[in-house]
């Protein structure tokens, strides 16, 4: 089994800072990718940032310039570095990592549980 735990979400002002950890645990025999998608009320998920499959970076625009992804890969552990929050950045933070559990596996997607990011005065 596969987990992937986050931590680091909650409330706080605009032009604030917050971090959020992912780290994965479990039967992993290769991890492919780390990222980090939100969910805000209303909306489909969408892509903060994320390392691809060459370590590359990819950024959503509107975070260009204040987040920062970056990543332990001996702990399995993605991090986003968030500076000057605005309120549009409130949302559900969910961190997905495409890992493969044996050398035979398939590759598969897997999910943290959330956790809630707040931007307000």
């Known amino acids: 089994q596969v987990q992937l735990v986050e931590s680091g979400g909650g409330l706080v002002q605009p032009g604030g800072s917050l971090r959020l950890s992912c780290a994965a645990s479990?039967?992993?025999?290769?991890?492919?990718?780390m990222g980090w998608y939100r969910q805000a009320p209303g909306k489909q998920r969408e892509l903060v940032a994320a390392?691809?499959?060459?370590?590359?970076?990819n950024y959503e625009d509107s975070v260009k310039g204040r987040f920062t992804i970056s990543r332990d890969n001996a702990k399995n552990t993605v991090y986003l570095q968030m500076n000057s929050l605005k309120p549009e950045d409130t949302a559900v933070y969910y961190c997905?990592?495409?890992?493969?559990?044996?050398?035979?596996?398939?590759?598969?997607?897997?999910w943290g549980q959330g956790t809630q990011v707040t931007v307000s005065p």
């Open positions: 390392f691809t499959i060459d370590d590359s970076t």
């Open positions: 479990g039967s992993i025999f290769r991890v492919y990718s």
């Open positions: 997905n990592a495409r890992i493969k559990k044996s050398w035979g596996s398939r590759v598969d997607d897997y």
